[in-house]
Structure formats: C-alpha cells, structure tokens
C-alpha cells in the first residue's frame, strides 16, 4: 500500500468515527407507573391536623424533630461506624473504580517488549536453506494503537456502568436512611421499655399494698381467705409481665449496640437510663407522591438500573458491526552485536479491522438486553408502586394508633380514678375488696396497654420517616470511612430514552 492510499483510508476512518452510536438512547418510558398522575397526587385516606402535614414534605435530618441530643448522637456514631455502612461505602467504591475504567476503555493504547537469549534460528524463516549457526540475538518494540469507537460500544458501555455506579450510590443512602431508622426505633424502643418496667413495678407496689390490707382485714377477722388468694394471683399475674419486658429491653439494645459497631451491651451513657421517650413536637410533613418518588433512593436506585441495562442494547448492537484500530511500531530484530543498526530495524503503521460475521448467538445477545431492558422497566414500576404502598400503608397505620392510644389514655385516666374510689371505699369497709380488687386489675391492664400504645406510636413513626425516604441527604454529610467512591457521579447522570420491547 503507497502512501496515498493509506492516508485515504486514515482519512476514512477519520470520518468513520463519527458514526452515529447504535442502540437506544434512555428517556423515562411514558408508560411507566412514575408517570401516572394517581403516583403523584396526595396520598389518601389522610386528613390535615396534628398527626401528619401533606402540605409540606419531611425535612432531611427528620430524626432532629426529636429535638433530644442523644439520639443525634447515637444517628451520627452509627453513620460513622456501622459495619454496614462500610461495605456499602466499599461496593460504592468497586462500582465507581469499574466505571474509571469503562470511560477510559478504547482511545489510545501502547505497548513496549524485548527479548534477548542465543539460540538456533531456523533458516526457513528467513527463506534460507543452510542451517545457521547458533547466534545471541535479540529483540526489541515500541507500539501504539488507537481504538475507534465507530458505533459507540465504548460510550454505551460507559453509559451503564455509571448507571451503575450511580444505583450504587442510591443503595448506599438506602442503607442510610434504613440505618437512621432502626437506630432510632432501638433507642425509643428502649426508653418505652424503661417506662413500661416502671409502671409494672408501680403496679406491682400498689398490689402488694393491696395484698397487705386484705391479709390484715382476713387476720382481723372483717376478711376472708378468698380475698387474700385472688390478691396474691393478682399480685403473681402483674409479676409475670415483667421478664419479658425487660427482654425486650436488653433486645432493643444489643440491637443499638450492633447498629453503632459495638459488642452488646458497650453502649453511651444515657442510653439505659433513658425512662421517657423522646415524643415529636409537631405534626409530621408527609408531602405527596411526587416528593415521595423523587427522595426514595430505592426508586432513584430502580431507575438507574434501567438506564444500564437500555445502554447495554447498545453495547450488544455494537457487537453486529467491525472493531477498527489503527496502529503502528518501531523496533529491531538481530543479532545482539548488531542490534539498532539499519539492517536490523523495522516498522509499520496500519489499519487493524476485525469483524466476526453476525450469528444467530450474536443476534440473540441483543435480545437478550432488549428483555433485560424490559425487565428493569417492570422493577421499576414495581419499586413505585411498592413505595407508594408503604407510605400509604404507614399513614394508615400510623393515623389508626393515635387513635387508639387516645381512647387507651382516657381509659386509663378513667380506671385511675375509679380505683382510687374503690379502694377508699373498701378501706373504709363500704365495698366488698373484690370490687376493688376487679378495679386495680383494670388499672393495671390499661395503664400497660397505654404505655405500650405509646411505643407502637413511636415505631409507627419511625416507619413512616422511613418510607417517606428521607435522612440521605444529611446522612451524605457524616463520610462513613474516607473512600475514592466520592469520586462516583454525584450529577449530570445519563438521560438516555429507553422504549420498551413491544
């Protein structure tokens, strides 16, 4: 080849590397459930007041409505030091260390080789017929080549593992936010557990009072042997609900332990002797389905996941059509004395085109992506809808216990003061002591059960927050472990278009 026929075929390819990338380009479907205006309206069955505020969405550090310093305490360590947490962080850095090398896959390439050693050429490889002698030889290449991306495999496959990296970077604020609140709903689910302790023992102080009188009246003669054993049963009833209170207890709080990255039982002070749980001071801001999507990390995580697998249709396309490099490289081959002189040099530059004909199996291959593609398009829709579930379903919730921890505290105010009646009256010999007996184990029964109204309150909370999604963006604030995955792309993320198969 002369050298005016290589510059028109470098000229070529120079124009070649312009083609248009095959495979589809990403847009969000307009079929897709996010797009629905019923995902994005008010959430139902919910009425404005004190509990919830549909008018605004939840703030990003919703655990500081709280306002109890101990709890942000206990949020930060465990963002800081959850084993978790860093093996999220780590995969977050794998994923952006596979993106680095897919944005810088192709492009220009170079090679450097040498060899030396003595040895026997054959002469048939130098279309010689006399054998030569045994000689030290020696060999030597520079070489550099640049690969086209004609068809745009390279930036399709860029495209996806960024995509990649980025619903890494969403599953990590998921386990964030997940983090966030199971941290918070063992701290609470503790301090309730503390209060539901007390008010068993109070209850048992006042039913060993009750024990004692009628023991007295029955020594006095004004009682009788029933009074004291249905006191004493009371009295062992009332004691039996106190061992799994405690469990619950120390369970809440190996759980804490574990979330902040310690051995059970290694906990900051205050923790054990928290006895009130700390209670919201305002009505929860629960926004609408439009901000829900748009702060869930696992439905931003769902979409991303669809962007890689439309980029990898590309990347399959891509495959049907020919590699191009073009390439060259200088060196020598000779004997070792000679080496580097004219006789022994040597160089070439040229096109390199390998194209393996398309088959049925490479055909199949970008079907293959295009059902992959599909099937991401149904996750996600099936990640909307299951966070619109969720949110809905802990609103429901969440609005039913108030309701019901209402009506408990009422109950137990009334039983209070229809104990304390009864028990003047039997004191004073006007009632019959089952009577008042029948009105302590009323109070103690719904005190209990208010008090654990009050918990489930809290923990329905928590799991409201925890639908509603947010807590990343501020959780983004405290690092994990000092990591290059702060590298990953944080914006200007792939808008690709991405229409499924029919």
């Given at each position: 080849?002369?050298?005016?026929?290589?510059?028109?075929?470098?000229?070529?390819?120079?124009?070649?590397?312009?083609?248009?990338?095959?495979?589809?380009?990403?847009?969000?479907?307009?079929?897709?459930?996010?797009?629905?205006?019923?995902?994005?309206?008010?959430?139902?069955?919910?009425?404005?007041?004190?509990?919830?505020?549909?008018?605004?969405?939840?703030?990003?550090?919703?655990?500081?409505?709280?306002?109890?310093?101990?709890?942000?305490?206990?949020?930060?360590?465990?963002?800081?030091?959850?084993?978790?947490?860093?093996?999220?962080?780590?995969?977050?850095?794998?994923?952006?260390?596979?993106?680095?090398?897919?944005?810088?896959?192709?492009?220009?390439?170079?090679?450097?080789?040498?060899?030396?050693?003595?040895?026997?050429?054959?002469?048939?490889?130098?279309?010689?017929?006399?054998?030569?002698?045994?000689?030290?030889?020696?060999?030597?290449?520079?070489?550099?080549?640049?690969?086209?991306?004609?068809?745009?495999?390279?930036?399709?496959?860029?495209?996806?593992?960024?995509?990649?990296?980025?619903a890494v970077q969403d599953a990590?604020?998921?386990?964030?936010?997940?983090?966030?609140?199971?941290?918070?709903?063992?701290?609470?689910?503790?301090?309730?557990?503390?209060?539901?302790?007390?008010?068993?023992?109070?209850?048992?102080?006042?039913?060993?009072?009750?024990?004692?009188?009628?023991?007295?009246?029955?020594?006095?003669?004004?009682?009788?042997?029933?009074?004291?054993?249905?006191?004493?049963?009371?009295?062992?009833?009332?004691?039996?609900?106190?061992?799994?209170?405690?469990?619950?207890?120390?369970?809440?709080?190996?759980?804490?332990?574990?979330?902040?990255?310690?051995?059970?039982?290694?906990?900051?002070?205050?923790?054990?002797?928290?006895?009130?749980?700390?209670?919201?001071?305002?009505?929860?801001?629960?926004?609408?389905?439009?901000?829900?999507?748009?702060?869930?990390?696992?439905?931003?995580?769902?979409?991303?996941?669809?962007?890689?697998?439309?980029?990898?249709?590309?990347?399959?396309?891509?495959?049907?059509?020919?590699?191009?490099?073009?390439?060259?490289?200088?060196?020598?081959?000779?004997?070792?004395?000679?080496?580097?002189?004219?006789?022994?040099?040597?160089?070439?530059?040229?096109?390199?085109?390998?194209?393996?004909?398309?088959?049925?199996?490479?055909?199949?291959?970008?079907?293959?992506?295009?059902?992959?593609?599909?099937?991401?398009?149904?996750?996600?829709?099936?990640?909307?809808?299951?966070?619109?579930?969720?949110?809905?379903?802990?609103?429901?919730?969440?609005?039913?216990?108030?309701?019901?921890?209402?009506?408990?505290?009422?109950?137990?105010?009334?039983?209070?003061?229809?104990?304390?009646?009864?028990?003047?009256?039997?004191?004073?010999?006007?009632?019959?002591?089952?009577?008042?007996?029948?009105?302590?184990?009323?109070?103690?029964?719904?005190?209990?059960?208010?008090?654990?109204a009050d918990a489930q309150v809290?923990?329905?909370?928590?799991?409201?927050?925890?639908?509603?999604?947010?807590?990343?963006?501020?959780?983004?604030?405290?690092?994990?472990?000092?990591?290059?995955?702060?590298?990953?792309?944080?914006?200007?993320?792939?808008?690709?278009?991405?229409?499924?198969?029919?």
């Amino acid at each position: 080849m002369n050298t005016r026929r290589l510059g028109m075929l470098l000229a070529a390819l120079c124009s070649l590397a312009g083609c248009k990338t095959v495979g589809p380009d990403y847009h969000r479907p307009d079929s897709a459930v996010i797009n629905q205006p019923g995902a994005q309206k008010p959430f139902v069955d919910i009425v404005p007041g004190t509990a919830v505020d549909p008018r605004r969405s939840g703030p990003d550090a919703w655990w500081k409505l709280y306002d109890d310093p101990l709890l942000n305490q206990l949020i930060g360590d465990a963002l800081r030091n959850n084993a978790g947490l860093r093996e999220a962080t780590a995969n977050l850095g794998l994923a952006s260390d596979i993106y680095d090398q897919a944005i810088n896959a192709g492009g220009f390439t170079y090679g450097a080789d040498a060899e030396a050693f003595r040895g026997l050429i054959p002469a048939e490889s130098l279309l010689m017929f006399d054998q030569l002698p045994v000689s030290n030889v020696a060999t030597g290449k520079l070489s550099a080549s640049y690969e086209f991306d004609l068809f745009g495999k390279l930036r399709r496959a860029s495209e996806a593992a960024q995509a990649d990296s980025e619903a890494v970077q969403d599953a990590l604020d998921m386990a964030r936010i997940t983090v966030v609140a199971q941290v918070a709903g063992s701290y609470l689910e503790s301090c309730h557990a503390n209060r539901e302790i007390v008010i068993a023992r109070q209850s048992l102080t006042l039913q060993q009072r009750g024990m004692d009188v009628a023991q007295r009246l029955f020594d006095a003669g004004r009682g009788t042997r029933t009074d004291v054993t249905r006191a004493r049963a009371q009295f062992d009833l009332l004691s039996a609900s106190l061992p799994p209170l405690l469990a619950q207890k120390k369970t809440a709080q190996y759980a804490l332990a574990a979330l902040l990255g310690h051995t059970p039982g290694d906990l900051p002070p205050g923790v054990d002797a928290c006895q009130e749980a700390p209670a919201l001071k305002q009505a929860i801001p629960v926004g609408n389905g439009m901000v829900l999507l748009q702060r869930r990390p696992d439905v931003r995580a769902a979409e991303r996941r669809l962007v890689a697998a439309t980029a990898r249709i590309g990347v399959a396309v891509a495959d049907l059509y020919p590699d191009v490099k073009l390439g060259g490289s200088v060196g020598a081959f000779g004997l070792l004395d000679d080496i580097g002189e004219a006789p022994t040099r040597s160089w070439q530059i040229g096109p390199l085109i390998s194209w393996t004909f398309p088959s049925r199996r490479a055909h199949a291959q970008v079907r293959a992506a295009e059902a992959g593609a599909d099937a991401q398009l149904a996750a996600f829709d099936q990640t909307v809808l299951n966070a619109l579930r969720d949110t809905q379903t802990a609103l429901t919730g969440y609005a039913q216990l108030l309701d019901r921890q209402q009506a408990l505290h009422e109950a137990a105010a009334e039983a209070r003061e229809a104990a304390s009646q009864d028990r003047q009256l039997y004191r004073g010999g006007r009632a019959p002591y089952l009577t008042s007996l029948d009105a302590e184990r009323t109070l103690a029964s719904t005190e209990a059960a208010a008090a654990a109204a009050d918990a489930q309150v809290s923990l329905a909370q928590i799991r409201l927050f925890l639908a509603l999604g947010g807590g990343w963006q501020s959780a983004r604030q405290m690092p994990v472990v000092p990591h290059d995955a702060a590298r990953a792309p944080q914006d200007g993320r792939a808008r690709a278009n991405y229409k499924p198969t029919p």
